[in-house]
Protein backbone atom coordinates (compact mmCIF):
# COMPACT_ATOMS: atom_id res chain seq x y z
CA UNK A 1 0.00 0.00 0.00
CA UNK A 2 1.30 3.07 -0.94
CA UNK A 3 0.77 6.85 0.65
CA UNK A 4 0.70 10.12 -1.58
CA UNK A 5 3.45 12.35 -1.02
CA UNK A 6 2.82 15.23 1.47
CA UNK A 7 2.60 18.77 -0.54
CA UNK A 8 5.87 20.39 -0.69
CA UNK A 9 5.70 23.92 0.35
CA UNK A 10 5.47 25.19 -2.90
CA UNK A 11 3.00 23.31 -4.10
CA UNK A 12 0.86 25.07 -1.31
CA UNK A 13 2.05 28.52 -2.25
CA UNK A 14 1.43 27.42 -5.96
CA UNK A 15 -2.12 27.21 -5.25
CA UNK A 16 -2.83 29.94 -2.42
CA UNK A 17 -1.40 32.30 -5.78
CA UNK A 18 -3.53 30.01 -7.77
CA UNK A 19 -6.61 31.15 -5.99
CA UNK A 20 -5.82 34.74 -4.39
CA UNK A 21 -3.10 36.22 -6.69
CA UNK A 22 -1.12 36.22 -3.93
CA UNK A 23 1.82 34.61 -3.00
CA UNK A 24 4.01 33.86 -0.05
CA UNK A 25 6.58 36.52 -1.34
CA UNK A 26 3.93 39.10 -1.72
CA UNK A 27 3.27 39.07 2.21
CA UNK A 28 6.92 39.07 2.45
CA UNK A 29 7.56 42.00 0.30
CA UNK A 30 4.06 43.69 2.33
CA UNK A 31 5.92 43.22 5.52
CA UNK A 32 8.97 44.49 4.19
CA UNK A 33 7.46 47.67 2.99
CA UNK A 34 6.75 48.26 6.67
CA UNK A 35 9.51 47.28 8.88
CA UNK A 36 12.35 48.01 6.49
CA UNK A 37 11.22 49.88 2.93
CA UNK A 38 14.88 51.06 2.45
CA UNK A 39 15.85 47.03 1.63
CA UNK A 40 12.93 46.96 -0.93
CA UNK A 41 13.90 50.14 -2.65
CA UNK A 42 17.13 49.12 -3.45
CA UNK A 43 16.20 45.62 -4.49
CA UNK A 44 13.84 47.52 -6.79
CA UNK A 45 16.69 50.02 -7.82
CA UNK A 46 18.58 46.71 -8.74
CA UNK A 47 16.44 45.16 -10.53
CA UNK A 48 16.76 42.50 -8.33
CA UNK A 49 13.74 39.92 -9.45
CA UNK A 50 14.35 37.38 -6.40
CA UNK A 51 14.03 38.99 -3.64
CA UNK A 52 10.67 40.76 -3.74
CA UNK A 53 7.45 40.35 -5.47
CA UNK A 54 7.32 43.34 -8.42
CA UNK A 55 5.31 46.49 -5.97
CA UNK A 56 2.46 46.28 -9.41
CA UNK A 57 1.40 43.08 -8.60
CA UNK A 58 0.93 43.50 -4.66
CA UNK A 59 -1.55 47.09 -5.87
CA UNK A 60 -3.16 45.26 -7.74
CA UNK A 61 -3.66 42.27 -5.52
CA UNK A 62 -4.91 44.63 -2.68
CA UNK A 63 -7.21 46.43 -4.94
CA UNK A 64 -8.72 43.78 -5.47
CA UNK A 65 -9.48 42.91 -2.42
CA UNK A 66 -10.36 46.07 -1.69
CA UNK A 67 -13.07 45.52 -4.42
CA UNK A 68 -13.92 41.88 -3.13
CA UNK A 69 -14.98 43.69 0.15
CA UNK A 70 -16.71 46.62 -1.12
CA UNK A 71 -18.88 44.37 -2.95
CA UNK A 72 -19.53 41.84 0.31
CA UNK A 73 -20.90 45.03 2.05
CA UNK A 74 -22.97 46.71 -1.14
CA UNK A 75 -20.06 47.61 -3.41
CA UNK A 76 -19.29 51.40 -3.93
CA UNK A 77 -22.97 52.05 -4.81
CA UNK A 78 -23.96 50.54 -0.81
CA UNK A 79 -21.12 52.60 0.88
CA UNK A 80 -22.17 55.60 -0.99
CA UNK A 81 -25.80 55.14 -0.03
CA UNK A 82 -24.59 54.41 4.18
CA UNK A 83 -22.87 57.51 3.88
CA UNK A 84 -25.64 59.43 2.57
CA UNK A 85 -27.79 57.63 5.03
CA UNK A 86 -26.03 58.39 8.03
CA UNK A 87 -24.69 61.99 7.96
CA UNK A 88 -25.75 65.01 7.62
CA UNK A 89 -26.34 64.94 3.55
CA UNK A 90 -29.11 66.99 1.77
CA UNK A 91 -30.67 64.00 0.14
CA UNK A 92 -34.11 65.61 -1.06
CA UNK A 93 -31.10 68.36 -3.11
CA UNK A 94 -29.75 65.22 -4.48
CA UNK A 95 -32.59 63.43 -5.78
CA UNK A 96 -34.14 66.83 -6.76
CA UNK A 97 -30.99 67.42 -8.64
CA UNK A 98 -30.33 64.04 -10.63
CA UNK A 99 -34.18 63.48 -11.22
CA UNK A 100 -34.55 59.67 -8.99
CA UNK A 101 -34.37 58.16 -5.73
CA UNK A 102 -30.59 58.29 -3.92
CA UNK A 103 -31.50 53.99 -4.17
CA UNK A 104 -31.38 53.70 -7.58
CA UNK A 105 -28.61 57.19 -8.28
CA UNK A 106 -26.20 54.92 -5.54
CA UNK A 107 -26.59 51.60 -7.32
CA UNK A 108 -25.92 53.06 -10.83
CA UNK A 109 -23.09 55.17 -9.41
CA UNK A 110 -21.66 52.00 -7.83
CA UNK A 111 -22.36 50.02 -11.15
CA UNK A 112 -19.69 52.48 -12.65
CA UNK A 113 -17.20 52.74 -9.48
CA UNK A 114 -16.70 48.75 -9.17
CA UNK A 115 -15.52 48.33 -12.44
CA UNK A 116 -13.63 52.16 -12.94
CA UNK A 117 -12.44 53.11 -9.45
CA UNK A 118 -9.34 51.16 -9.02
CA UNK A 119 -8.67 52.03 -12.47
CA UNK A 120 -8.44 55.73 -12.30
CA UNK A 121 -7.51 56.62 -8.85
CA UNK A 122 -4.67 54.13 -9.56
CA UNK A 123 -3.78 55.17 -13.05
CA UNK A 124 -3.66 58.78 -11.70
CA UNK A 125 -1.23 58.07 -8.75
CA UNK A 126 0.69 55.81 -10.88
CA UNK A 127 1.68 58.97 -12.64
CA UNK A 128 3.60 59.96 -9.26
CA UNK A 129 6.71 57.36 -11.50
CA UNK A 130 7.58 60.49 -13.39
CA UNK A 131 8.76 62.23 -10.18
CA UNK A 132 10.41 59.28 -8.55
CA UNK A 133 12.60 59.33 -12.02
CA UNK A 134 13.04 63.47 -11.72
CA UNK A 135 14.62 62.64 -8.07
CA UNK A 136 17.07 59.82 -9.45
CA UNK A 137 17.42 60.04 -13.13
CA UNK A 138 19.81 56.84 -12.92
CA UNK A 139 16.68 54.56 -12.45
CA UNK A 140 15.05 52.08 -14.70
CA UNK A 141 11.82 52.42 -15.42
CA UNK A 142 10.77 49.77 -14.11
CA UNK A 143 12.44 50.82 -11.42
CA UNK A 144 10.79 53.87 -11.05
CA UNK A 145 7.42 51.85 -11.43
CA UNK A 146 8.28 49.35 -8.30
CA UNK A 147 9.56 52.07 -5.89
CA UNK A 148 6.30 54.29 -6.47
CA UNK A 149 3.59 50.91 -6.10
CA UNK A 150 5.80 49.96 -3.14
CA UNK A 151 4.71 53.30 -1.39
CA UNK A 152 1.09 53.22 -2.89
CA UNK A 153 1.14 49.36 -1.57
CA UNK A 154 1.65 50.46 1.80
CA UNK A 155 -1.14 52.94 1.72
CA UNK A 156 -3.81 50.74 0.11
CA UNK A 157 -3.02 48.41 3.20
CA UNK A 158 -4.26 50.84 5.50
CA UNK A 159 -6.84 51.99 3.15
CA UNK A 160 -7.93 48.24 2.90
CA UNK A 161 -8.14 48.10 6.67
CA UNK A 162 -9.85 51.65 6.85
CA UNK A 163 -12.61 49.99 4.25
CA UNK A 164 -13.11 46.97 6.57
CA UNK A 165 -13.55 48.70 10.16
CA UNK A 166 -15.68 51.62 8.33
CA UNK A 167 -18.23 49.27 6.85
CA UNK A 168 -18.10 46.85 10.00
CA UNK A 169 -19.03 49.55 12.43
CA UNK A 170 -20.95 52.20 10.06
CA UNK A 171 -18.90 55.07 11.57
CA UNK A 172 -17.84 56.58 7.94
CA UNK A 173 -16.39 59.61 9.38
CA UNK A 174 -13.74 57.43 9.50
CA UNK A 175 -13.43 58.21 5.56
CA UNK A 176 -13.17 61.62 6.16
CA UNK A 177 -9.90 60.75 7.66
CA UNK A 178 -8.43 58.05 4.91
CA UNK A 179 -6.78 61.17 2.82
CA UNK A 180 -4.95 62.62 5.34
CA UNK A 181 -3.72 59.27 6.78
CA UNK A 182 -3.20 57.77 2.90
CA UNK A 183 -0.82 61.26 2.35
CA UNK A 184 1.12 60.75 5.83
CA UNK A 185 2.09 56.86 4.91
CA UNK A 186 2.87 58.09 1.55
CA UNK A 187 5.84 61.25 3.24
CA UNK A 188 6.98 58.30 5.62
CA UNK A 189 7.42 55.30 3.75
CA UNK A 190 9.46 57.69 1.27
CA UNK A 191 11.28 58.83 3.85
CA UNK A 192 11.96 55.82 5.31
CA UNK A 193 12.95 53.98 1.82
CA UNK A 194 14.68 56.81 0.36
CA UNK A 195 18.02 57.31 1.82
CA UNK A 196 20.82 56.48 -0.89
CA UNK A 197 18.14 55.76 -3.74
CA UNK A 198 16.22 58.76 -3.99
CA UNK A 199 18.07 61.25 -1.64
CA UNK A 200 21.36 61.67 -0.35
CA UNK A 201 20.65 62.99 2.61
CA UNK A 202 17.78 63.05 5.51
CA UNK A 203 16.99 66.60 4.32
CA UNK A 204 17.01 66.04 1.15
CA UNK A 205 14.22 62.51 2.30
CA UNK A 206 12.08 64.77 3.73
CA UNK A 207 11.46 67.69 1.07
CA UNK A 208 11.26 64.69 -1.55
CA UNK A 209 8.95 63.25 0.75
CA UNK A 210 6.88 65.89 1.09
CA UNK A 211 6.96 66.73 -2.45
CA UNK A 212 5.84 62.92 -3.12
CA UNK A 213 3.04 62.74 -1.02
CA UNK A 214 1.99 66.19 -2.03
CA UNK A 215 1.71 65.45 -5.47
CA UNK A 216 0.41 61.50 -5.19
CA UNK A 217 -2.58 63.16 -2.79
CA UNK A 218 -3.43 65.36 -5.27
CA UNK A 219 -3.58 63.04 -7.84
CA UNK A 220 -5.54 60.95 -5.95
CA UNK A 221 -8.28 63.46 -5.17
CA UNK A 222 -8.46 64.33 -9.18
CA UNK A 223 -8.78 60.45 -9.51
CA UNK A 224 -11.46 60.27 -7.77
CA UNK A 225 -12.92 63.66 -9.08
CA UNK A 226 -13.12 61.83 -12.60
CA UNK A 227 -14.67 59.00 -11.06
CA UNK A 228 -17.00 60.94 -9.31
CA UNK A 229 -17.68 63.09 -12.53
CA UNK A 230 -18.23 59.74 -14.71
CA UNK A 231 -20.29 57.78 -12.09
CA UNK A 232 -23.06 60.77 -11.26
CA UNK A 233 -23.02 61.44 -15.44
CA UNK A 234 -24.02 57.88 -15.96
CA UNK A 235 -26.15 57.51 -12.72
CA UNK A 236 -28.17 60.34 -13.81
CA UNK A 237 -28.58 59.00 -17.27
CA UNK A 238 -29.69 55.77 -16.32
CA UNK A 239 -32.24 57.42 -13.65
CA UNK A 240 -33.81 59.36 -16.21
CA UNK A 241 -34.10 56.68 -18.91
CA UNK A 242 -30.92 56.76 -20.77
Given at each position: ?137 SLHWTARINITFAIL ?90
Amino acid sequence: MTTSPKPRNDDVEDFVEDILGFNFRSFRTIYALFVKPRAVFQAYADRDREAYTPSLRIWLGIIGIQVLFSVIWGGYGGLLLSQWESGDTNVALIEQAMGGPIEEIARHYGDVANLLHAVLVGGMTGLSAFLIGAFNKSLHWTARINITFAILSVASVVGLLLLVVTAVTGHFTLMTWSLPVIALLYGITFYRGAPGILASTRTGAIVKGFLFSLTAILLVFLGGLIMALIGFVYAAIRVNGG
